[in-house]
């Protein structure tokens, strides 16, 4: 079956800190890269933070320096480590894979259902 799915979301006070974590399953070999968005309350959808196929990083302005993504060698599960959290940080957090097409490949964007982070001031 071919998923994503978010854990690791919670409630924390500003300034705390969350890792949250999304776990690939089918067509893992076809990962091309990973990525987080986050949908605050209200508001569109909007980039967080990506790693590429060569593992380089990038990230929304709003969130530098204080969220660090990462993924295993393997390509499977992919991770963000969020410090000095702000109530603005408030959001569903996804996942989104990029499966890569050709060689057995089947060349689509998903998203997993998203995991909750509420900061409170």
């Known amino acids: 079956q071919v998923q994503l799915v978010e854990s690791g979301g919670g409630s924390v006070q500003a300034g705390g800190s969350l890792r949250l974590s999304c776990a690939a399953s089918?067509?893992?070999?076809?990962?091309?890269?990973m990525s987080w968005y986050r949908q605050p309350p209200g508001k569109e959808r909007e980039f967080v933070a990506v790693i590429d196929s060569a593992a380089s990083p990038s990230y929304a302005d709003s969130v530098k320096g204080r969220f660090t993504i990462a993924q295993d060698n393997a390509k499977t599960t992919l991770y963000m480590q969020m410090n000095s959290l702000k109530p603005e940080d408030t959001a569903m957090y996804y996942c989104k894979r990029i499966l890569r097409r050709g060689g057995g490949c089947p060349g689509y964007m998903h998203w997993g259902p998203g995991t909750q982070v509420t900061v409170s001031s």
């Open positions: 089918g067509y893992t070999y076809c990962t091309a890269y």
